[in-house]
């Protein structure tokens, strides 16, 4: 089997208060007082039934703005380089972005969550709900993350003027 094209839909928008990359936080860790709204297109609506009853979920997005593909890229939290497969930096050859959030609460098709590290207006390419029967796993090597102390991640995460709540 070949390589061929994947195409996907967006099933909704994410808004935030993120307007520039260089100012948005990175992972949802280091952006715990942002919030967002993922905007559920309405033809998707009927899919969010009973996700009200999780309290957090997985967004899986289109990093939209991403840089063109790297292999090889220096993470934010080293000034080591690294293979793009080894980090979450959002240069990869298909920039799908991933991230746990929070949620708030449901509107309609509209879901409020807390931990906002996305741009505003990044296409939403599925939703899933983070359960800790699944997805819990208590890690025993993190790679290269072993050798980055805890002051250093807030310190490169949180960065500064990281933007506005919407």
């Not at 928008?13 to 860790?29: A, E, N, V, Y």
């Not at 497969?85 to 879901?111: D, H, M, Q, Y």
């Amino acid at each position: 089997m070949g390589r061929q094209p994947v195409t996907y839909i967006p099933i909704g928008i994410i808004h935030s208060g993120h307007r520039l990359r260089d100012k948005t936080p990175i992972q949802p860790i280091f952006a715990q007082e942002f919030c967002g709204r993922a905007e559920i297109h309405a033809e998707f609506a009927d899919g969010l039934r009973d996700i009200e009853a999780f309290s957090h979920i997985y967004l899986v997005f289109h990093i939209h703005q991403a840089d063109p593909a790297r292999l090889i890229v220096k993470p934010f939290l080293q000034d080591k380089e690294h293979g793009v497969f080894a980090t979450r930096a959002p240069c990869r050859p298909n920039p799908i972005g991933l991230s746990i959030v929070e949620l708030i609460k449901r509107e309609g098709n509209a879901l409020h969550f807390r931990g906002c590290d996305i741009l505003d207006g990044t296409p939403l390419l599925d939703i899933k709900p983070y359960t800790k029967r699944f997805d819990c796993v208590a890690t025993t090597h993190n790679g290269w993350h072993d050798q980055v102390d805890e002051k250093t991640a807030r310190q490169r995460g949180k960065r500064a003027d990281q933007g506005e709540a919407p």
